[in-house]
């Protein structure tokens, strides 16, 4: 079922459920999912390219977790504290 109408049929009897991967990085601290898949299978093949894509940017400590879930409202988040607003490092000389 890789084709638009299996993605329809999944969609709709599936109720939105699709296989997902969600990659965590500690360096940087991100979440990552990528997706939608039909079958678990074609997730798990993915993976590998994703993965190395990752490795190439410089991320360390990689955690995969494939599953069927509904679509995550963000595809990418950067779980740093700076982003969410905890701190803005202050820098030598700035004020």
């Known amino acids: ?4 109408l299996g993605r329809l049929l999944n969609n709709l009897f599936g109720f939105g459920k699709a ?12 979440t990552y999912f990528f997706g939608p898949f039909n079958e678990e299978a074609e997730a798990q093949t993915a993976q ?6 990752l490795e ?6 990689i955690r995969i977790d494939i ?3 509904a679509r995550p409202e963000e595809l990418t ?3 740093s504290e ?5 701190f803005s490092p202050a820098f030598s000389g700035q004020s």
């Open 1 to 4: 079922m890789s084709n638009p």
């Open 19 to 30: 296989w997902w991967i969600e990659i965590k990085t500690e360096s940087p601290n991100c």
């Open 56 to 61: 190439q940017e410089g991320a360390q400590r």
């Open 82 to 86: 700076d982003y969410r607003g905890g």
């Open 77 to 79: 988040i950067d779980n």
């Open 48 to 53: 590998a390219g994703y993965i190395e894509d």
């Open 67 to 69: 599953r069927r879930c």
